[in-house]
């Protein structure tokens, strides 16, 4: 099952007491707290001058052109297959050196079916490698183009992130520089979770000989802030702002868990010019670019990304450069638009109506408006004949990019702005363009209509070619589609 089927009864009494967050908002001049057992990596940082604005060089919305989909290939039973997967993806420019001369180049690397607690399926969120074929844009999911496998799935995590099992939160980058030569850099972690849980490794592009170095923490940050989505940093910018940190990690976990808007810190998990792996267990000193405030520290919606409802979704993300000196860092996911959010239930009379967990009223706000307030005493009810799938829920859900302007992370970087300042200055609807669950999968769990949740998983990013791949969940039966745009 997918990984979001197992939210049980467990996660409402743990959103209480589970919150052991790191508090405050950090700094790159701030001393970082470090382990007397566990090594710190540092890295220098680089001063840069002042900032200008960057209006004319931020990719804007009407520079995404939709190209069509491809399907995923097929293989065998679980976990060795697509089915209830597409946690994580990442692109390899030297990938399919053979394939088609298509215009599409380069190959993916695409976790399959989410591991699965109590023993169930360990070896879940196996990586597979595919071919890119032409996207075509149809309707018609029998119409497209069907990716085949370069390398079948493996278990390249075997041994490592042991009892992260329930609903993983898995992210993948693909890095070539020259200290280390190709790795698939990997972040690793679940819907909850103890904060002594290392979250980063890297692995080998040869699936059969993975050879994974790690695992890492970030530096003493909240685990739920840090192992969702993964991306490079273009190398010029992190050399003059990042101190020549070339990852961006970052994590959004509903309800503010993870901070009110998406997460985003730049990492290194190397320690010297030879790409030596720093050792395992070590806190690599990490650069924040975004951190919103924390739900465990107030009750407030304050310092919070604009618009920000505790059922956001947000699973992706890359680092977006155009050949024409354009830049933009953007975020993929599901976001919550409606006129009322809760934790609790669907109600069966209708997407507009609340229907919150009775045994959490009094114990934290379980119902606010699309302004933040919270909701009037009559919405504060738990209704009969709900379902079964308890959550955060909304009356309202969409599909979107949204996009940061990279001087204000650099700002971030250089103590010129506060974390949970930066807002997106752009944002762009998908819906239009999925195929949005046309087999009907899971309903229950993943809502219907209006209310459909988890539309869009991982995303990745062809820089040479302005190439951006994106996986919309539960479009072909249970398997992802891998949407496709150009940016101009």
Known sequence: ??????????????????????????FVTQSFAQSPTVPTVFLPLVETSPLAPSESTRVQPSDFRYLGAFRLPDDADRPRTFEYGGNAITFNPNGDS??????????????GHDRLPYGELPDGDQVAEISIPAPINSRDLNQLNQASFIQNFRNVASGYFSGLDEIPRVGMAYLNVPATGPKIHLAWGQHLQE????????????????????????GNQSAYSVNGYLFDIPIDWANQHVGGRYLATGRFKDGGWSGMGPALFAYRPWVDDQGLPAPSGTHLQEVPLLLYEKSSNTDNIEHTLTGYQHPDEWEGGVWITTRT???????????????????????????????????????FPVCRLANGAQCPPSDLNECAGHTSNRGWWSTRM???????????????????????????????????????????????????????????????????NGLLYVLELFADGAKPVVHVWRIE
């Open 398 to 464: 969409d599909a979107q990019f949204i996009l940061y302007d990279p001087t204000d992370l650099a700002r971030v970087a250089t103590g010129q702005m506060q974390t949970w300042e930066p807002q997106p200055y752009a944002s762009l609807d998908l819906d239009n363009h999925l195929y949005l669950n046309p087999s009907n999968i899971e309903t229950e769990m993943i809502g219907t209509g209006a209310q459909r949740r988890y539309r869009i998983g991982d995303v990745a990013f062809d820089r040479t």
């Open 1 to 26: 099952m997918k990984r979001i089927v197992f939210l049980s009864a467990i996660i409402g009494i743990c959103i209480l007491t589970l919150c052991s967050l790191t508090s405050g908002v950090f």
């Open 195 to 218: 904060e002594s849980d290392a979250s980063h490794a890297w692995f080998e592009p040869n699936l059969n000989a993975p050879n994974v170095r790690g695992t890492w923490f970030i």
């Open 325 to 363: 000196g354009k830049s933009a860092v953007v975020f993929a996911g599901t976001k919550s638009t409606g006129e009322k959010y809760w934790y609790g239930y669907v109600n069966p009379l209708g997407a507009q109506l609340p229907c919150v967990d009775q045994a959490f009223v009094g114990e």
């Open 98 to 111: 053979t394939g088609a001369a298509d215009g599409f180049p380069g190959s993916l690397f695409i976790t």
